[in-house]
């Protein structure tokens, strides 16, 4: 059963654009999102993330909007770079004592000129 | 600071044999897990450990995986014997307990 959910699976984005990737859950048990990059031939790293309290965190151009009641989050890239060019996934967490992180199926995210 | 490593970057085998990867964690951290990463997908876990304690091996494939992590910091996982849906990336992560995972570069394994 996948919990969460995310898309689009592709993205391509003008240069100085806004990205967004958006994502869904479903365990209401879930009380830490974060956002995750990953170049080729590397390991995931931690981007940014939120925990449901807030509505809204920005790290930079990078921002997470939060929906409890929809349970939804997304991730806006402000000012899109080339250097941005990855795959990002979502993922999602339980509450101290477990530690298992849910993440999406990913997006490839391609900034052009 | 060093992050976690992982060897080998790449191992290409037949069907049927063994194979084995290793893991050494960040300096530190007690929490070591395991993931699996399939072309086009998320990582998915396969074991965490707290110190030398798999606390969570729900998702190891018990009849041919195995892991281990003695004195509790490197890990081995293993693979035996391998079967050709077993080529994926493994992922090593750890971190301090209930803080933030850092992920090694994988292993990306071949069966042919």
């Known amino acids: 059963q996948q919990q969460v959910k995310q898309s689009p699976q592709s993205l391509i984005v003008q240069k100085g654009g806004i990205s967004i990737i958006n994502c869904a859950y479903e365990?209401?048990?879930?009380?830490?999102f974060p956002w995750y990059q990953q170049f080729p031939g590397k390991g995931p790293a931690l981007l940014i993330a939120i925990r449901p309290d807030v509505s809204e965190k920005k790290e930079g151009r990078f921002t997470i909007s939060f929906n409890k009641s929809a349970k939804q989050f997304s991730l806006h890239i402000m000012d899109s770079q080339p250097g941005d060019s990855a795959t990002y996934f979502c993922?999602?967490?339980?509450?101290?004592?477990?530690?298992?992180?849910?993440f999406g199926t990913g997006t490839r995210l391609t900034i052009i000129p | 600071e060093a992050g976690v490593v992982q060897s080998p970057r790449y191992k290409i085998i037949e069907k049927k044999q063994p194979v084995a990867f290793w893991c050494n964690p960040i300096?530190?951290?007690?929490?070591l897990y395991w993931y699996l990463q399939n072309l086009g997908q998320g990582p998915e876990l396969l074991i965490r450990?707290?110190?030398?304690?798999?606390?969570?091996d729900s998702q190891l494939p018990k009849d041919r995986f195995s892991a281990e992590r003695l004195k509790g910091v490197d890990s081995t996982l293993k693979i035996q014997p391998a079967e050709l849906g077993d080529s994926a990336v493994y992922l090593c992560a750890s971190s301090s307990r209930y803080n933030e995972q850092f992920f090694g570069p994988g292993t990306r394994l071949t069966v042919l």
């Open positions: 450990y707290e110190n030398e304690e798999a606390v969570d």
């Open positions: 993922a999602a967490k339980g509450n101290f004592g477990n530690e298992k992180l849910t």
């Open positions: 365990n209401t048990a879930f009380d830490y």
């Open positions: 300096s530190g951290h007690n929490t």
